[in-house]
């Protein structure tokens, strides 16, 4: 995206999708890490005054999700609606604002699919013929003789390719070869990043295939307008979704006004149908192709895939309910370089939460309201005229130049870049307080102007910071913004208000609040106060003050056992719906429970087999610890924990709600 750097006028549009998920499991952290990316991105060029539309969705027509729906009893579309449901929580609960949600399943986008093939047809790229060949289920793929690795499918090495044999409709690729190749090298920017560029063009010079875009032995997907008895290939439709996410059947005005898409960000599994059967596509409509196209890597655990097998698929949800979304989102954009692989782990998330966000970032806004409350009674001076000295001048220098290089960063998604320069401004403000000690400026009337300088230019570097933070973290950076006590919001302020100096108007009033980033102590146990800073009370001492809603483990008073409220609210305890219940095979005291959780389905694995029949327990309303680490029993993940009163003599009697009050309430 280099060429975007000042290219473009502010108010222009920038149409930015993201890949559609398949909904036959539940969003894992691959998902989110990539809904993560495009927010930031759309945030940060709202920041920066474009016109943005940013869509993104589900991928419903697959044969998994038709073979799953068929196993819960379910209609392909009744399945859909309760996963999409998990889908959209999960965005929300991640702070993802997209301006659509598109599903393969809604009308305009079966119109426009129709639309397509049928402009496609008539164009003469499409025919009809007879498929034989492999198919990979999982990549929703045909595969040829030579990509199969011992006659598996080398990205599903567990699961057997089907052979399949049928009357198709074909999409005449092959005739795109050379367009796709002129197309790549005129416009470098159309694949990022370079190393996929790369990977694409070798693969196309090795010549293309004709492709099958049609299903004749399957029901569930859109019907091929050329005859009905057959459904559109998935891979064929789910593309199309950003063609309908522009508006194609609202009319011509609405769908020119956001196509063609500035970016799809995808992962990189997936550049072959987006770089190459997209554009061709594209191509054989007559409609212009996407500026640019983004294989971001991937997020794996201990330098693994994720995987069902191994327990390691991650639940981004749980994540950012015990992190926080800020912190889960700041650590997945500052640890993996855009468009590389990078691991993920608790360890590093805490250690980044600790480091930056509580040491730095929090420790920044704690001290300089502390001391604008102490010194300056909760007001922001006007910097001292006439009083800059050479430190204060260096450090606005150093930090205007870095938000500058931040912009030019996140212009060419370099997140993890980008917040290095902005950490200038922060790691850059401590030390600026450490250098001009306020606390020394404050014992003095002589030293008042320049009290007021050095309190005046960390309040604006906070205020820097707010604003060049909200993409990855908008809802501490509302804090921050509310706790200077300006008004408005960082995200309507815009990027352009954060390269200049002396933007708070003199005279604001603070609102100081509780630490924002509270520090994670080891282990995850304790959750302890941020350290506030000493320079208020003089030096070398650390106040001790505890936010409310991050209680400690620690024994209560006196060690009596007794717990604080906030402590109490630690635990999630929820109602759940139990939906099925099985014993488990070769474990006389378990039961597998699946619970709704309102919108969410969970396994809870319970050692009450002894004492409830399943059937006794499907349907009724029941309170779990909705918060409780993931637990393996008998190789079943247990996520959560049911409650029960147990008896001296060992009888059971699991807890249910008096009167019916839906699955999900909360319980306290
Ligand atoms: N439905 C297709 C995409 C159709 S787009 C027209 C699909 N779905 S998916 O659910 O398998 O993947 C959705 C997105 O998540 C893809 O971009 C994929 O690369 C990304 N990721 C899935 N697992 C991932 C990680 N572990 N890490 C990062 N992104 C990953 O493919």
Known sequence: MQDDKGARAKGEKFYLTTAIDYVNGEPHLGHAYEKIAADVISRFKRLAGYDTFFLTGTDEHSLNVARKAESEGLTPKEFCDRMVSLFKRAWDVLNIRYDRFIRTTDDDHIATVQDMVRRASERGYIYE?????????SCEAFLREDDLVEGH?????????????????FFALSKFQEPLLRHIEEHPEFIQPETRRNEIVNRLKEGLQDVSISRSTMAWGVPMPLDERQVVYVWFDALINYVTGAGYMAGPDQFNKWWPADLHLIGKDITWFHCVIWPAMLMACGFPLPRTVFGHGFVNIKGAKMSKTEGTVIDPVTLAQRFGADALRFYLMREIPFGRDGDFSIEG?????????????????????????????????????????????????????????????????????????????????????????PWSLAKSEETREELN????????????????????????????????GLTGSPQDAGWDQAERWGVIPPGTRIRRGSPIFPRIEEGEKAVSQEKVSHE?????????????????????????????????????????????????????????????????????????????????????????VANLKPAKLRGLISQGMLLAAVAEDGRLSVLTTDREIGAGAKVR
């Open 129 to 137: 013929g007879t498929y034989s060949g492999w198919y990979c289920v």
């Open 153 to 169: 499918c080398p990205l599903h090495p567990s699961k057997k390719v089907e052979w399949v044999e049928e009357k198709n409709y």
């Open 453 to 484: 300088t050095v309190m005046y230019n960390v309040a604006e570097a906070l205020r820097i910071a707010a604003i060049t933070l909200t993409p990855f973290m908008p809802a501490a950076c509302e804090k921050i913004w509310n706790q200077l």
């Open 349 to 437: 998330l805490i250690h980044c939460y600790n480091s930056d966000l509580a040491n730095d970032l929090g420790n920044l806004l704690n001290r300089t309201m502390a001391m604008t409350d102490k010194f300056l009674d909760g007001v922001i001076p006007g910097p001292g005229a006439g009083r800059a000295l050479a430190p204060d001048r260096a450090f606005i220098e150093e930090s205007l130049a870095a938000v500058r290089a931040a912009r030019a960063k996140m212009e060419g998604l370099d997140f993890s870049g980008a917040i290095e320069e902005i950490w200038r401004v922060v790691t850059g403000g401590n030390k600026y307080i450490d250098e001009r000690a």
């Open 536 to 624: 208020t009370e003089g030096h070398a001492e650390k106040a001790t003050e505890k936010p409310a809603e991050t209680p400690t483990e620690k024994p209560g008073p006196e060690g009596e056992g007794l717990i604080t409220i906030d402590e109490f609210a630690r635990v999630n305890l929820r109602v759940a719906k139990v939906v099925d219940a099985a014993k488990v095979q070769g474990a006389d005291k378990l039961l597998r429970l699946e619970v709704d959780l309102g919108g969410e389905r969970r396994q809870i694995v319970a050692g009450i087999a002894l004492q409830y029949s399943p059937a006794e327990l499907i349907g009724k309303e029941i309170v779990v």
